[in-house]
């Protein structure tokens, strides 16, 4: 009956102005969520646990301590092994602190799964015949699209806020925190996620079966997670496997959260990330808009 409502809505003469057409398509989208407080629960847990499970478990700096290298006749002070492990830790992993690496990993983490499961609401919108539904209106094509990216978005920024709240909680090093470094890495993952949305959205303009596209985000999700850098350094990685997470934007939107975070070296300047980004974003959502003109049909 809701949708019913909204998309008798779009057809009045007053309502045919695209901002509102793709507001009322984004609310839609974002009251499935904010509506149902368990679903916000379950998009955060996983990266909650893996940043207390995992993150603390992976205690990489304990490698190098006094304890580690309790050997009889070997007594190096704990002052030096503590030095030695420091920057060892800094060399490898730009900070001291794994924990607080892998805190900025988990923001692209939360990301890559929320826009994952963008393509899926366009799968069940043609299922249920909304889709249908809203082709008959004025509002464009575009919008129906955009409308879904937009609600991504903004899913994607929340959670990934709490994450980064949570992660301070924990333990994270905000020494080099500022509020341009806040904003420089939100305006990274805003840009990244408009491209991930946009990616799973074309992928699922033709689909009908829900199988289906579990089974192309089952085949991308953890492949795009682990060729990256969110959880290891590239420069630990085979060479080919280098080279991949070289053109993976998931890279770049982390590495522009851990130059401007935790003030570490990044894989790239500042500059070069925000442009990767930037075209990601734009030939991702362009493409998108174009195909759906195509194949968002009745």
Known sequence: MKDDTIAKGLTAPEDQSVLHGLWALTNRELMKWYKVPMLLFMSLIQPVIWLGLFGKAMNFGALFTGQSFNIPGLNIPKQVLDSIS?????????????FSFLAVGMLTFVILFTAMFSGMSIVWDRRFGFLDKILTT???RGAIVMGKIFSSVIRSLVQAAVVLIVAVLLGMDISKFSVTGLLGTFA???????GLSSLFLMLALRSTDWQTQMAIMNLLNLPLLFASNALFPAKLMPTWLEYVVRINPISYGTDVGRQLLLGSAGMA???FDFAYLVAFAIIFSAVGIILSWRYLTQ
């Open 188 to 194: 990274g993952l805003f840009l990244m996620t408009i």
């Open 86 to 98: 420091s920057q060892i830790m800094e060399n490898t992993f730009g900070t001291t602190d794994y």
């Open 138 to 140: 004025p509002v464009s």
């Open 269 to 271: 300047s500042l500059w």
